[in-house]
Each structure stands twice: as C-alpha cells, then as structure tokens.
C-alpha cells in the first residue's frame, strides 16, 4: 500500500510541474495557442468525403496507390471508438501523414507534418463508426500516395 501511495504523490507531482512549465512557457510567449488554432485546418476537419477533405488540407485529391505504404490496422476493430491505426511508409522525403476512416461522417481523422529526416512512421488510435477503409495518404517528394485496409467494426464508435 506504501508504494502505491508513493508512485500517486509522484504522478501528482510530475503532473503539477508539467503544468508549471506550460503556464512558463505561455507567460513567456513561446507557446500560443492562437497560433496553433489559426493554422488548424478546421473546413478539411468538418468535410464530408475523403476527396474533399484531401483537398482543403493537401490542395489535391490527385494520388496513386502505392505498395510503400503500410497500414497496420485490426481486420475486426471490437470497438469501433478506439481503433490502434501504425502508418509507415519507404518513400524517400515524406513530409505528411494524413489518416481517414471512409465511413466517418468527417472522414479526416489526423494529419501529421513530419520534419527533414524523419522517419515516416505514425501510431494512434482513430474513432471508427463503422466498417469501412481506412485510408493513408502519404506527400512525398510534393506528390500524393495512398493506401487502404478495411477495418470490420462491431461496435460503432461514433454513436453507433
């Protein structure tokens, strides 16, 4: 019992620095979050197709399949509202990851810039409200890529 008393009082206690060195860092001026608000692509968020939603937050819909990307998804996802999705790609100079769930309402479920260098590979978990493809689309060297994997959902995860 003394021990897990020790690791919540430090849990409790990382928890209250990291919030310190957040208040720090807004005070400061080094984190705003209307910066990071106002570059949220929020039309590409709220888009009803895929196609749509590629071009708001991509500036096209144009893409080929490509076998350099893998998708990492469940065949049978139990619950559709926390489904683990690893894209990972081999083209050379990927800068973006952009995830969708076909079957959503909103189908854009994530997208991630990626530095010079790093390596193209992104891990989450994604709302699915029923079965459909889940779809990655890679920006490498300025073109589009794609690639799907259906995902049976049983339990929807998006009211369903």
């Excluded at 570059?39 to 500036?59: Q, Y």
């Excluded at 690893?86 to 800068?95: E, Y």
């Excluded at 890529?145 to 009211?159: L, R």
Aim: with cysteine; glycine share 12%; proline share 4%.
């Amino acid at each position: 019992m003394h021990s897990n008393m020790n690791t919540k009082r430090r849990m409790i206690l990382k928890g209250g620095f990291a919030a310190g060195a957040v208040s720090a860092a807004m005070g400061a001026g080094l984190l705003s979050p209307r910066s990071v608000l106002a570059s949220w692509p929020t039309t590409a968020f709220e888009s009803k197709s895929v196609n749509a939603a590629l071009k708001d937050i991509l500036g096209s819909d144009q893409m080929s399949a490509s076998s350099d990307i893998t998708i990492k998804a469940p065949d049978i996802a139990e619950n559709g509202a926390v489904v683990p999705i690893t894209v990972s790609s081999t083209l050379p100079g990927v800068t973006r990851i952009v995830i969708f769930a076909e079957g959503n309402p909103t189908p854009l479920t994530g997208s991630y810039d990626l530095g010079t260098g790093a390596k193209a590979f992104i891990s989450t978990r994604i709302k699915m409200g029923k079965t459909s493809n889940v779809v990655a689309v890679v920006k490498a060297d300025g073109k589009l890529y794609s690639a799907k994997k259906e995902v049976k959902v049983t339990i929807g995860g998006c009211g369903g």
